[in-house]
């Protein structure tokens, strides 16, 4: 078994008298990927701010690249190739599309402590910026503010924001989120399109696009990882379908 | 061209060009009430313009920015009180104490955020008020004559009002665009990001704490710039220089002219400061043929006016004057 | 000895004053949201209408009820005029909307009464002492005072946590939503909470009134103390604020009472005189400041905020 890109072990966090996560055990490998369902306050977004430091565990340990990163802030994991997006929309919404993705390339070169000259018309970062729209679909939509896009674009634009940070690792937090039918066919092409070149760690409600896309799928519930396998052995595991497919299972 | 030609840019073209010209319509009609009004206006708009780079660019709402004039100012009468009357000395002290004070002032608020920021950046105020107030050896409460301007090599001399003016000018030029410069660069787009969406920028990979914390460094260094400026106009420093509401004043230039654009500070200090000289003389024309003498009373209570008119500013025309001229090229 | 525990009954008075107003801010705060300058300006305008109704009625207490009752009614107007177009506007907006109306308060209370400043007698019932220890007579009005102050603060406490309104005060601080829902007049319910502040201010301005001379501007530097109070006691509580009010009166007057002492040591007596003050004006923002480092949500943070 070749070593794991991302190594969760025993990660736990509590707030109050809850435990949000409970002993996470996760591996992901170089290449594949896994997927992370459960039923909503299963853990997925503690599990996600963990990942990303905004969330301090309790107890555990994060591994990246076999390097410990369990105490490195937010910005240092983004420098080490962790990217991640956000569930709820989070731009510059007063940015153009482009200023949106050139700040993200903008932040994987070098410092930024340069106050002369003018930024945008920097072709080192306006034209990876170009390709990494154009790749996710939003050619032509450079000059457009955030604040006026639909919000199908939106969720273009985050996986836009997380490419150009030129990650090893992706961290996507529910990307299908609220999107129309042809938005999600349309995304589900994208992310199939990312997985053969990166590795990526999805947590998703929306079962249709996990099972057409992951490799392997944890469930979670209430904090803990009650199971992980390929989609075959989790649809017919019986824990599963009693803790999270429950209902279907009996109708 | 006609891309230039816009209402904003032209306001902003005529102002300029008065400022420009204030010493030489003073020097003909021998008005120096004028040439007075318009030093402290181009200082002041400085000090605007360095609370423009933070709160509107940067989101950094810091009510406690008047402490910068205070320092700078400071720095100038005490060691003219001292006996060291060198600018080339005076000046570097002062503008290193304010970067200095900035520094600690801003790695401790900006670890915090919302009305705490806004609270303790006013709290850091207070602290160097009475600090300033305490000074026994420097004037206390009453404040510090200061003898002489800060003496510079021949052909500089400050003490010649012509030329302290266009002094003053020129460096407030300068530190809006050096502003304009900034905001536009690598670094710019950081604060503006950070300031637009905080969490997004650590998490596409910017350390924003160091960014704000030398952003907080530039703004207060330059009002502390600002701050020299005001002592050698006035030759005199007290704590009233830093008194909270005077940090209120420049929130409120930065506003009324419009947060986040190049010459909102410049247009929101003039509007204000000629308001506050305009305004009692039109309650006493308005209430003159209402009221008949008492108007003369009456027109001393303007502040009953201006206050109102910051409110209605916010309500209303929350883009400030610069958001107003630029709406008016859309319709 | 005796001194000590004087200045320490000072202190506990004048801290108590602070809570009063730190509370009306807190609960606007915690409550609407809303970041209220014109605090100071109620707590001036409690001070001023006291002044003008005990000279009217010729009786303190009457003067002051009635001054109290009229502080609540300039509070409310306040809210529906001025303030309620704020909520739901960033911080900043507030700032610069209550500034404007600090100064026109001012000047408003300049052109009523005028720029020399008012005084208020005590009647001679108040105006005398109360040995409460040998050799040490403390002056009855002062500790009047400290049991309205701590009585207006236990009724604070069962109004919030025990009555209907204060179920609704907390149900708006905690779920702005939810209480929509379940039908409570929100509208209503601040405009009452406001009121309710500006009473506190205006009670402590014109139990302030007596001891001070009533003139422009007297809000000022204690709302900033006010607001010393919350953010050292964690935004939004009131418990918080009750705490840190005490410790902050605390320390101001025993450092105004003792710096010169202390200092006399290692300064002139002139020098020390002068500097004192404002080292114990100064105390109490670096005491902040430490807060912030080590607590930046304050003392006693509101939970789950």
Redesign the interface.
């Known amino acids: 078994m070749t070593e794991a890109l991302l190594q969760i072990e025993g990660l736990t966090k509590r707030f109050g008298g809850v435990t949000a996560s409970d002993g996470v055990d996760l591996a992901v490998q170089p290449g594949e990927l896994h997927a992370v369902i459960g039923p909503n306050g299963a853990g997925k977004t503690t599990l996600i701010g963990q990942l990303t430091g905004e969330i301090a565990p309790d107890a555990g340990r994060v591994g990246f690249a076999g390097e410990d990163i369990t105490t490195l802030a937010v910005h240092a994991r983004s420098q080490r190739g962790l990217a991640r997006s956000f569930q709820i929309t989070s731009l510059f919404s007063d940015f153009t599309a482009l200023d949106n993705v050139a700040l993200a390339v903008q932040a994987h070169s070098g410092h930024s402590f340069h106050f002369w000259h003018d930024a945008r018309s920097e072709a080192a970062l306006r034209q990876p910026a170009r390709e990494t729209l154009a790749r996710v679909g939003l050619a032509g939509r450079e000059q457009i503010l955030v604040s006026s896009m639909s919000h199908g674009e939106h969720r273009q634009l985050e996986i836009a924001m997380v490419l150009a940070t030129r990650p090893r690792m992706l961290l996507l937090d529910e990307p299908m989120a609220g999107l129309g039918p042809e938005e999600s066919v349309r995304m589900i092409a994208l992310l199939r399109a990312l997985k053969s070149e990166l590795t990526i760690l999805l947590v998703e409600h929306d079962m249709d696009a996990v099972f057409a896309l992951a490799d392997r799928i944890s469930v979670m519930v209430y904090g803990r990882v009650i199971a992980s396998g390929a989609p075959a052995e989790i649809r017919a595991n019986a824990e599963v379908r009693k803790a999270y497919l429950g209902e279907q299972d009996g109708q | 061209m006609s891309a230039w030609f816009t209402p904003r840019n032209v306001v902003v073209a005529v102002l300029l060009a008065f400022l420009a010209l204030v010493p030489v319509y003073s020097a003909l009609t021998g008005n120096a009430f004028l040439m007075t009004l318009f030093t402290r206006i181009v200082i002041l708009a400085m000090a605007a313009t360095s609370l423009n780079l933070i709160?509107g660019y940067g989101g950094m709402?810091s009510?406690g920015h008047a402490v910068y004039l205070g320092i700078g100012g400071y720095a100038i009468g005490i060691l003219a009180h001292e006996g060291i009357g060198s600018g080339f000395v005076q000046w570097p002290i002062a503008i290193g104490a304010s970067a200095l004070f900035a520094l600690g002032v801003g790695a401790?608020?900006l670890?915090?955020r919302?009305?705490?920021f806004?609270?303790?950046t006013?709290?850091?105020a207070?602290?160097v008020y009475?600090?300033g107030?305490?000074?026994?050896r420097y004037g206390?409460d009453d404040g510090l004559q200061l003898y002489r301007r800060s003496q510079f090599a021949d052909p500089i001399n400050l003490s010649n009002r012509t030329q302290f003016y266009y002094g003053c000018f020129v460096l407030l030029v300068a530190s809006i665009y050096l502003t304009w410069r900034i905001v536009n660069s690598r670094f710019g787009l950081v604060i503006q990001g950070a300031r637009s969406n905080d969490r997004r920028m650590q998490a596409i990979g910017f350390p924003t704490y160091r960014y704000r914390l030398i952003c907080f460094v530039i703004a207060g260094t330059m009002c502390g710039l600002a701050g020299v400026l005001l002592a050698n106009h006035t030759e005199f420093v007290s704590p009233a220089m830093m008194h909270?509401?005077r940090s209120?004043d420049l929130?409120?230039m930065v506003?009324l002219g419009g947060m986040a654009s190049t010459f909102g500070p410049l247009i929101g200090a003039v509007t204000l400061l000629v308001l506050e000289e305009v305004l009692p003389v039109l309650i006493k024309l308005v209430a003159t043929p209402i009221v008949g003498s008492a108007a003369t009373r009456a027109a001393e209570?303007w502040?009953?006016v201006?206050?109102?008119?910051?409110?209605l500013?916010?309500?209303f025309a929350?883009g400030g004057i610069n958001g107003l001229l630029v709406s008016l090229r859309r319709d | 000895m005796l001194l000590v525990l004087e200045q320490c009954l000072n202190g506990l008075q004048f801290g108590l004053l602070l809570f009063l107003l730190a509370a009306g801010l807190t609960l606007i705060?915690g409550i609407m949201d809303m970041?209220n300058l014109a605090h100071g300006s109620l707590y001036m305008i409690g001070a001023y209408l006291a002044a003008t109704f005990v000279a009217w009625t010729g009786d303190f207490l009457i003067g002051a009820v009635i001054a109290l009752g009229a502080t609540l009614l300039v509070g409310m107007l306040l809210e529906v005029v001025?303030i309620r177009?704020?909520y739901g506007?960033d911080?900043?907006?507030h700032?610069?909307?209550t500034?404007?109306?600090?100064?026109?308060?001012?000047?408003?209370a300049?052109?009523v009464w005028g720029p020399a400043g008012l005084r208020v007698p005590l009647p001679d019932w108040l105006n005398t002492a109360v040995p409460l220890l040998p050799g040490l007579a403390y002056p009855t009005y002062r500790i009047a005072i400290i049991v309205t102050a701590l009585a207006v603060a236990l009724l604070l406490y069962i109004l919030v946590m025990r009555t209907r309104l204060g179920m609704l005060i907390r149900a708006g601080a905690s779920n702005r939503e939810m209480a929509g829902a379940l039908g409570v007049n929100i509208k209503l319910l601040y405009t009452v909470v406001f009121g309710l502040g500006a009473a506190l201010a205006g009670l402590a301005g014109l139990m302030q009134a007596p001891i001070l001379t009533v003139q422009i501007g007297m809000g000022?530097n204690v709302l900033?103390l006010a607001?010393?109070v919350i953010?050292i006691g964690g935004?939004g509580s009131i418990r918080g604020a009750f705490l840190a009010a005490i410790m902050v009166g605390l320390i101001d007057t025993i450092g105004r009472a003792f710096l010169p002492d202390l200092l006399k040591l290692v300064m002139t007596s002139?020098?020390a005189a002068?500097?004192?003050?404002?080292?114990s004006?100064?105390m109490i923002?670096?005491v902040?400041?430490v807060v912030?480092?080590v607590r930046?949500?304050g003392l006693f943070p509101v939970a789950g905020k």
């Open positions: 709160l709402v009510f401790l608020s670890r915090t919302g009305l705490y806004i609270m303790i006013l709290a850091f207070q602290l009475y600090f107030v305490g000074l026994d206390a909270w509401t209120g929130i409120v506003v209570y502040q009953i201006m206050g109102p008119l910051f409110l500013v916010v309500l929350r | 705060f970041v001025a177009p704020l506007r911080h900043l907006d700032v610069l909307g500034f404007g109306l600090v100064l026109f308060f001012n000047e408003l300049r052109l000022e900033i607001f010393v953010i935004i002139r020098g002068t500097v004192a003050p404002a080292l004006s100064m923002y670096l902040m400041a912030l480092v930046p949500q």
